[in-house]
């Protein structure tokens, strides 16, 4: 079956550090894999996305690659941000009814 | 544009007792309809999904059961609560037929004690 495995949090930066969250995937074929982010009080949305192999998602500065080779598609940004204090869910689709499988999140915590 | 809508978006309820939770989708016809739970410390579970009025597919045995009684109306229930129901449940859609990108809502967070 189709599984995603997430780097455990939390994650504490200062700003302007660089941010690595890694994950992992397991599924038959070829997913799309996503990056969603869920900002406090909030619910998901939608980071990024990348439906094929050597693609990279990329918004707001974060950004992903499908890496098939290694079934990874680790998310990355090169200065965070206060505002970018988030549990961030990597996710999977495969299949035609494009249901999701999520990772159990990361927690992100960044100080002033 | 489209929005999602849930309520409430927070409920504190005794074990035994029932639940009801809503989710409406509006600017969109026919969509996909998604309930998940979170619970603590684990991640997003999809609980049920449908694909028109009255199709409800069930993801995982559970306390928990699914309604759609209109095209944008999708219904979370519980007769009677237990513990382990405790979580932020989240509806999404998608269009149909679906593509691979979910829309969320905001989340109820349910309390059992």
């Known amino acids: 079956g189709n599984s995603v495995t997430q780097m455990e949090g939390p994650v504490t930066l200062s700003e302007e550090a660089f941010l690595t969250i890694n994950c992992t995937y397991t599924?038959?074929?070829?997913?799309?894999l996503f990056w969603y982010v869920q900002y406090p009080g909030e619910g998901l949305q939608l980071l990024l996305k990348?439906?094929?192999?050597?693609d990279k998602g990329s918004n707001k500065g974060f950004e992903a690659t499908y890496r098939k080779e290694t079934t990874s598609f680790h998310l990355e940004k090169g200065s965070v941000q206060v505002s970018d204090s988030a549990v961030y869910f990597c996710?999977?689709?495969?299949?035609?009814?494009?249901?999701?499988?999520f990772g159990a999140g990361t927690t992100v915590t960044v100080r002033a | 544009s489209q929005t999602i809508h849930q309520w409430p978006a927070t409920l504190v309820q005794p074990v035994g007792s029932p639940l009801s939770l809503e989710c409406t989708v509006e600017?969109?016809?026919?969509?996909?309809l998604y309930w998940y739970r979170q619970a603590a410390g684990r991640g997003l579970q999809l609980l049920f999904y449908?694909?028109?009025?009255?199709?409800i597919s069930s993801e995982v045995p559970q306390n928990l059961s699914a309604s759609r009684p209109q095209d944008r109306q999708f219904i979370l229930s519980s007769k009677k609560l237990l513990l382990s129901d405790s979580g932020f449940y989240l509806c999404?859609?998608?269009?149909?037929?679906?593509?691979?990108?979910?829309?969320f809502g905001p989340g109820t967070r349910l309390t059992v004690l």
């Open positions: 599924a038959t074929g070829y997913p799309s």
């Open positions: 600017g969109t016809s026919n969509p996909n």
């Open positions: 990348a439906t094929k192999a050597d």
């Open positions: 999404a859609w998608s269009v149909s037929p679906p593509t691979d990108t979910q829309y």
């Open positions: 996710a999977l689709s495969n299949g035609g009814d494009y249901k999701l499988s």
């Open positions: 449908s694909v028109g009025i009255g199709q």
